[in-house]
Nanobody
Framework: QVQLVESGGGLVQAGGSLRLSCAVS????????MGWYRQAPGKQRELVATITSGGFTNYRDSVKGRFTISRDNPKSTVFLQMNSLKPEDTAVYYC??????????????WGKGTLVTVSS
């Protein structure tokens, strides 16, 4: 079975930095896209950033210039470098991946989430 393992969440002060990572394991043929979503209390889950296998990136407007998504394709690992963190960045961050398995089925997978808390 495919598994997404996240790490890097924690508590930081406003203006600080944090780096999230997510490793995908399992019986995988191809990882088409990986990314990060987040959900704050009382709000909908929202896209933070995504990156395709070819390196094309997409960012939510509110994090542009502050967050950087990167990918290690051979290891099927995605990173999110978060700089200049703001209290409004506080949320549970979820790793996302669209994966084609060895039977050529495309399936969306989600990590369990990691909590990021930014204090004032």
């Amino acid at each position: 079975q495919v598994q997404l393992v996240e790490s890097g969440g924690g508590l930081v002060q406003a203006g600080g930095s944090l780096r999230l990572s997510c490793a995908v394991s399992g019986r995988i043929f191809r990882v088409n896209v990986m990314g990060w979503y987040r959900q704050a209390p009382g709000k909908q889950r929202e896209l933070v950033a995504t990156i395709t296998s070819g390196g094309f990136t997409n960012y939510r407007d509110s994090v542009k210039g502050r967050f950087t998504i990167s990918r290690d394709n051979p290891k099927s690992t995605v990173f999110l470098q978060m700089n200049s963190l703001k209290p409004e960045d506080t949320a549970v961050y979820y790793c996302y991946s669209r994966i084609v398995d060895v039977s050529t089925n495309a399936v969306d997978y989600w990590g369990k989430g990691t909590l990021v808390t930014v204090s004032s």
